[in-house]
């Protein structure tokens, strides 16, 4: 046994990439840890503070707010990772600002145009989904401070230059602050209005932080002098504009469908069912983090791997990656079999234990694409996200047409189900696309040898 742990701290030890991932990923997992344990507070004070009906208005607002944010929102660090690599190591920093600039145009871009699409849903949808006038203004101000605190260009900024316990730092902000929140709701503003201005708190507060460790590494000053020219940062950059549209769009799908859900259960159920549902999901998706945290740390060095690696090599890798995230997957559902109705009922009370059903299903789903998360990750470092963009799509559409026909005949938990559908397509997809790119891509690589 001893022997075989030192063979394989050996083994890593002469991996640079291996290394990088591994630091990466603990910084990153401290963060979250910090989070996930944290929210299971910040989740029971608002839940048992403001009940189930209030709960689900206060879910419905959170929710709606993100999934626009996420729908106009551009995934700029992953542009920033994937096109700042080769500048940055041949010291071109002219085109490395340039590059940076331009993700932090488009940024506030997303952030105007998600602005006036709020104000005009909040006109017209905002009895639909649950929200009462008094509430509407207050909604208006928070889906605003959500989208302005956009921090996608500095995350990759600083996972560029491998500051990854520096965003760690940053994100560690956002759970501090809403439990301090959470906290101070409960004492002076019991209400929907209090939680909200203690999420919002954590927006700015956390997007402030990250400006202001960019600020102090340069790259702040680099945004400021560069002179972007859209034709110009289109010809340093061969692809940019199908790689930012393709990544924006598989996000959209793939993020925006974990929200879609809830605002249906809202639409169809009322708040108290989508207050249900939120917690249900809040706690699927804080177990299944480790997905997201694996494809974080893990996309740069993904990224100088597919330039310098060859095809096979990244094919035999990912049955590796899928036995590791598999076994870890197996690991959370065992945990929430065991234990979920008991940690719902802790959280927010004897009503939210008929969670469990939805719970159960929502973490598989997450286990689902947790399992595979690496092959969308190398699909999309070899230039193939249109391909994961066609299979959210394809996902999409059949979580969508699954949760109008299973909600009428098992309520919330249909939605649940349809979730975990859409997920299992899109985990079956992306393993086959990614063992068929890196299989032809081998054979053409033996064949101009």
Known sequence: ????????????????????????????????????????????????????????????????????????????????????????????????????????????????????????????????????????????????????????????????????????????????????????????????????????????????????????????????RARTGFGQLVDENPGIVGFAVSTNASATLGLSSKQFPLLLVGAAAGPSAAGIFRLAAQLAQALAKVSQLIARAAFPEVVRLARTASPRRLGRILPRTYLVSGLAALAIMAVVVLAGRQVLSLIGGKTFGDAYPMLLWLTAAGCMEMIVISAETVLTALHRAGVVFAIRAVAAALMLAGALILMPLYAASGAAMAVFAGSAVVALLLGIAARRITRVSADDEIIDG
Not at 125 to 151: E, H, K, M, N
Not at 190 to 219: K, Q
Request: some cysteine.
């Open 1 to 224: 046994m001893a022997g075989g742990i030192r063979s394989l701290a050996a083994s890593i030890r002469s991996r640079p990439g291996v290394q990088a991932v591994l630091r990466n990923l603990g910084w990153l997992l401290a963060s979250r840890s910090v989070l996930a344990i944290l929210s299971l507070f910040y989740l029971g004070f608002a839940a048992r503070t403001l009940g189930v009906v209030d709960f689900g208005r206060f879910a419905l607002i959170t929710g709606a707010s993100q999934a626009l944010a996420i729908f106009v929102g551009f995934q700029t660090w992953q542009i920033i990772v994937q096109y700042g690599v080769d500048p940055l190591q041949r010291g071109d920093t002219p085109r490395l600002a340039r590059l940076l600039r331009g993700c932090a145009l488009l940024d506030l871009t997303g952030a105007l145009i998600g602005v006036a699409l709020t104000v005009a849903i909040l006109r017209v949808g905002a009895g639909p989904l649950g929200i009462p006038p008094d509430l509407t203004r207050d909604t208006l101000i928070f889906a605003v401070i959500q989208l302005v605190s956009v921090r996608s260009t500095p995350l990759g900024i600083l996972r560029l230059r491998d500051k990854f316990s520096l965003s760690a730092l940053a994100d560690s902000i956002t759970p501090i602050v809403r439990f301090v929140g959470a906290g101070a709701a409960m004492l002076f503003d019991p209400s929907v209005r209090g939680f909200m201005i203690a999420w919002a708190a954590a927006e700015l507060l956390t997007a402030a932080t990250y400006w202001v460790l960019v600020a102090r590494s340069g790259d702040l000053g680099l945004i400021g």
